[in-house]
């Protein structure tokens, strides 16, 4: 994983709610062995009209969202599935950061391993944030900040462990493997079955 | 040590490291279920770091959401819908053959949909840590097991470690007091419960399902309950074990025999909440007041009594959701005219669900305009439904009888909803183009599928016979007029 520090962009705005992993990537799609590439089968069926042009409208094909990396989102992003296929056909999109009040369990723990920032702040801020797609917004990883152009600052949760790997683009792979010695003793000692 | 609930003592009993503010704790996986969808991508990661499975017994594979519904050809080819799931299906079987994991093949008489066999098969046990790249997989909670859904970087570091990095979640009581009516089954709670709590209203949480009501299901009504708390964004849910649960195991394959299996049971006791454990939200819920309940929108959690008036949108995307359904505020989802049914899925695919569905069915005729499809979760749901006669009847009265799979639910396999049509559907999604692009999905219990079925419009069970509830024998079934039934529900057999 390439280490993320940092994110500025202006942001993609889409108030919907309840975006779920099936209009992220239907599951047609995922009947690959590849996670690359997948960004153009990234709400496929939202994003093309009948006789498969770019429907103008979609939000992802507004020229004015072109190359912006910050989605901000309805409440209950990314529910759904478990396909990690979801936060790989967003990266593939360009994205770097999905921002919304509530993002599902599965999917921000699979954004997370592939440096997809998942950040949750209050309803109000994100309503703020979804009335002003012209401000270029600043992500710090390392203060777990987003800024916004006036200088305000508002803070996110981010967990200590998920921040380090974020920051120095280690995955959790590495980490588990180094802790063999104590999973060895676990299963000789209380879990012998 | 004080009074914990069951989950506490599923995740105290797993921990190899605990959690600190720098790290996430380390749990430990006892089973971990793969398919070939989740699962290429985990190999391919550690094949190229030179890794190999820390405990490949512990990893058992099944072929269940790409493969073929139909037969095989007279040459013995199978028809998948493309090359690619062809291709996906192959590369399970190459990577099981090369990292010694058992695969339940197309040809094993155990193969079937992962959460169906999981249990069929007695790998799911009380106690255990059960993962699988699947947010299904939720549904071995039923067993007082601690199971969840992950990505497939999960399942890497499962095949690497046999280990999760995990941050402990909240907990969540669903006190269901009371009894269910007559006629109303474990999907119909479910449904109830995410439409009381939201489709979000679990988020952060594992479940523990408890009270009466839960009590008097039996293991696949508890399976079904279990298996949509990820549609209430729960990764989990559970249910501490009882003899019901133990009666269920007791013979099973992979569940030990004899003196091994008391003992077992003697261990498996241990797994409940005791008298006093908090609970981080206590939700309770009144069994007697749910009714058959369907879906209205595009998320389960748009669920209501299907007799219900259809509520006025609170926001746009809950209009859009009435929008693309076609329905409007104040109707009714009963009468909407039917185009497809699906019977099967994770959710209700089980020789139960296959043994309501028939008793609704037998003697009767599907209506014109409707294609139903009848998908047995697994080889031995088959085996058994069609030692009972149930494929008969199934065809009989105009449905198609599958092999099983994952099937119309996930819609992979090239068994689709066509764009516009209305599907009830058995399964455990609504979300647009669920069943195929543009499908228009209601979620139901297998008892309004087939009444839906028979009247061509979305019909209450209650109205074709008495007793419709899971298990109840053939003598149940009466004949009765439709009193107070929802239009276009009163169709006569």
Known sequence: MNP??????????????NIDTDQIIPARFLSTTERVGLGRFAFNDWRYLKDGSPDPDFVFNKPENAGRSILVAGPNFGCGSSREHA?????????????????????????????????????????????????????????????????RRFHFHLDAFQQICLLEGVDELGYLLARSPSIQKFEESCHAR | MSARTLFDKLWDAHLVEAETAEAPALMYID??????????????????????????????????????????????????????????????????????VELFDMDSEARGIVHVIGPELGLTQPGMTIVCGDSHTSTHGAFGALAFGIGTSEVGHVMASQCLLQRKPKTLAIEVDGALASGISAKDLILHIIGQIGVNGGTGHVIEYRGAAIRALDMEGRMTLCNMSIEAGARAGMIAPDQVTFDYLAGR???????????????????YSDDGAAFDRVVRVDAASVRPTVTWGTHPGTALAIDAAIPVAKDAAQQRGIDYMGFKAGETVAGSAVDVVFVGSCTNGRIGDMREVARILRGRRIHERVRMLVVPGSAQVKREAEAEGIDAVVRAAGAEWREPGCSMCIAMNGDLVLPGQLAVST?????????????????????????????????????????????????????VAPEGAPAGAGVSA
């Open chain 2, 427 to 479: 399964s455990n999604r609504n979300f647009e183009g669920r069943q195929g692009p543009g499908a228009r999905t209601v979620l139901a219990s297998p008892a309004t599928a087939a009444a839906s079925a028979i009247a061509g419009v979305v019909a209450d069970a209650r109205t074709y016979v008495v007793g419709a509830h899971q298990g109840a024998t053939n003598t149940d079934a009466k004949l």
């Open chain 2, 253 to 271: 394959p992979r569940v030990p025999a004899g003196a091994a299996f008391d003992a077992a049971v003697a261990g498996w006791k241990n797994w």
């Open chain 1, 4 to 17: 993320l520090r940092s994110v500025t962009s202006k942001s993609i705005c889409w108030a919907r709610s």
């Open chain 2, 31 to 100: 089973l971990h279920l793969i398919h070939e969808v989740t699962s290429p991508q985990a190999f391919a990661e550690l094949e190229s770091r030179g890794i190999t499975l820390r405990r490949p017994e512990r990893t058992k594979a099944t072929l269940d959401h790409s493969t073929p519904t139909l037969p095989a050809d007279s040459d013995g080819e199978l028809p998948y819908h493309n090359e690619a799931a062809r291709g996906q299906v192959q590369r399970l079987r190459e990577n099981c053959a090369r990292h010694a």
């Open chain 1, 87 to 151: 936060p790989w056909a967003l990266t593939d999109l360009g994205l770097q950061a999905v921002v919304s009040s509530e993002i599902a369990d599965i999917f921000r723990g699979n954004s997370l391993k592939n440096g997809l920032l998942p950040i949750v702040l209050d309803q109000a801020i994100v309503d703020e944030l979804l009335a002003h797609p012209e401000w270029e917004l600043a992500i710090e990883v390392a203060d777990k900040s987003l800024r916004l152009p006036d200088g």
